[in-house]
Structure formats: C-alpha cells, structure tokens
C-alpha cells in the first residue's frame, strides 16, 4: 500500500502534508502535489494533515489512475519538503468539481 495525491490538491496546494513526512516522499508541480509510491513508507501521517482531503490509500477502490499519475510526476518534479503557504484562491477551490480536466498542469513547481 502507499498513499496518492487526488484531483482536490490541484490549487489547493496545501503543503501540511509535506512538512509532517518523515521520508520526503512528496514532489511539487506547478499546482499540485504527488507523493511517490516506492518512497512512501505507508506510515499515514500525512492523511489527515491534508486540510482539502485529498490524500488517500491506494487500496480505495478508483485510485489507480491517481497511483499511476503520482508515480509518473515523482519522477519529472522536484521534491519538497518544506511547507509553503497554500496559493491565495485555496479555500475557493476546495471541492471545486472536474479540477483535473480544467485546472491540471503538468509544470514542475519550485520544489526545495
């Protein structure tokens, strides 16, 4: 098992997640996080520190193209591991419908 980054991160960008993570398994894109499957150690912390939900197990059921999409941007961001405040529109854009189709970038974020 592993956790995966889903749609409602895309422009909430919260980073509390990164700022628990004992492995720096998390990498930024532009507006988004993903977390890198053989990195994660499964430990669940970062679960309930993300504020928009959208940390997950893989073993919910429809998670694979989220597994798949995590493990395919892991290794084209730069990783992070400090926390950076959340873009400013984060709370209008939390629970936002269809954020991957209209908002996704492929981009690379900052990263450390």
Request: net charge negative.
């Amino acid at each position: 098992m592993t956790y995966v980054v889903t749609d409602n991160c895309i422009r909430c960008k919260y980073m509390d997640c990164v700022e628990v993570c004992p492995v720096d398994c998390f990498y930024e894109g532009e507006n988004m996080l993903v977390i890198h499957p053989d990195e994660c150690i499964d430990c669940g912390v970062c679960e309930p520190e993300c504020p928009a939900e959208a940390i997950k197990p893989d073993t919910e059921p429809g998670l694979d193209s989220w597994l798949q999409l995590n493990s395919e941007y892991a290794e084209k961001w730069p990783n992070i591991s400090a926390k950076r405040d959340a873009p400013a529109d984060a709370k209008e854009m939390d629970g936002v419908e269809g954020k991957f189709e209209k908002f996704f970038s492929p981009a690379p974020g900052e990263g450390d």
